[in-house]
């Protein structure tokens, strides 16, 4: 499998080789046609996505572009609280529930200009086992739809490594990013406790989640988390060091 990786789309965007239009519309086309056997979406928001789209093809048409993951067309994992669109931990009991607000990484990725495609299977609220008896049927590896995706962010891992997406929020757990990612062939980050928001997010374990990306390649991951990591909230912890640098260690005072 080929498919444009969003530091490729990102560039091409600018170079308007490609509109956030026709990017969007090719990833919709290629849910249409494979998701009925993937799973990846329990659902899809082509208004939003086609909306989405288009006011980031007039900032690039105007020169207001917000920055690299604009018009980039992105997924979010179904634990992740999105305002006006039902969020329902893959379970019978949230299925109808619908969020007032925004996750803050919701939040924060659509002010990149990023593109919502829609809501990403999971396991029921990021258990990590199969799901095969819940309102939507499992995610399925896209290398081999008889094969497990590992969860419990399936779905991301899935759309990711089908090209349905360009890149998608996880959460991690004990392996729910780095699972995924590792059976679908693709990239998956688990970052340092607290360096991203969690507000907004259905916990599975407040003190051991881990919200993260997965994605086709190091650098796409990290183009998605330099847009997320917010400002200190109460699910943050603040770092010893800037990102990017390394800490070696302190030095002894007498």
């Given at each position: 499998m080929n498919f444009p990786t969003i530091a490729d789309?990102?560039?091409?965007?600018?170079?308007?080789?490609?509109?956030?239009?026709?990017?969007?519309?090719?990833?919709?086309?290629?849910?249409?046609?494979?998701?009925?056997?993937?799973?990846?979406?329990?659902?899809?928001?082509?208004?939003?996505?086609?909306a989405d789209a288009r006011a980031a093809e007039q900032r690039q048409m105007s020169g207001t572009a917000r920055g690299a993951l604009d018009g980039i067309p992105i997924g979010h994992k179904d634990i992740y609280g999105t305002a006006g669109i039902a969020t329902t931990a893959h379970s019978k009991l949230l299925q109808n529930w619908v969020p007032d607000t925004d996750a803050t990484t919701v939040r924060m990725l659509h002010e990149a200009g990023t593109v919502m495609l829609g809501k990403l299977a999971t396991h029921e609220f990021a258990f990590g086992g199969p799901s095969f008896d819940l309102p939507w049927p499992p995610a399925r590896n896209p290398w081999d739809p008889d094969h497990f995706t590992s969860g419990s962010s399936s779905g991301?891992?899935?759309?990711?490594?089908?090209?349905?997406?360009?890149?998608?929020?996880?959460?991690?757990?004990?392996?729910?990013?780095?699972?995924?990612?590792?059976?679908?062939?693709?990239?998956?980050?688990?970052?340092?406790?607290?360096?991203?928001?969690?507000?907004?997010?259905?916990?599975?374990?407040?003190?051991?989640d881990h919200a993260g990306p997965l994605a086709w390649t190091v650098e796409d991951c990290a183009m998605l988390l330099q847009n997320w990591v917010p400002d200190m909230d109460a699910t943050t912890v603040r770092m010893l060091h800037e990102a990017g640098t390394v800490m070696l260690g302190k030095l002894a005072t007498h």
């Open positions: 789309a990102s560039r091409d965007l600018a170079a308007r080789k490609v509109s956030p239009v026709e990017l969007t519309q090719g990833c919709l086309d290629r849910i249409a046609a494979l998701d009925g056997t993937l799973n990846a979406f329990i659902k899809v928001t082509p208004d939003r996505a086609m991301t891992g899935a759309a990711v490594a089908a090209g349905l997406i360009l890149g998608g929020t996880g959460s991690d757990t004990g392996g729910s990013i780095r699972g995924p990612a590792a059976l679908c062939g693709i990239v998956g980050i688990k970052p340092t406790y607290g360096l991203c928001s969690r507000a907004g997010i259905l916990p599975l374990a407040f003190s051991l």
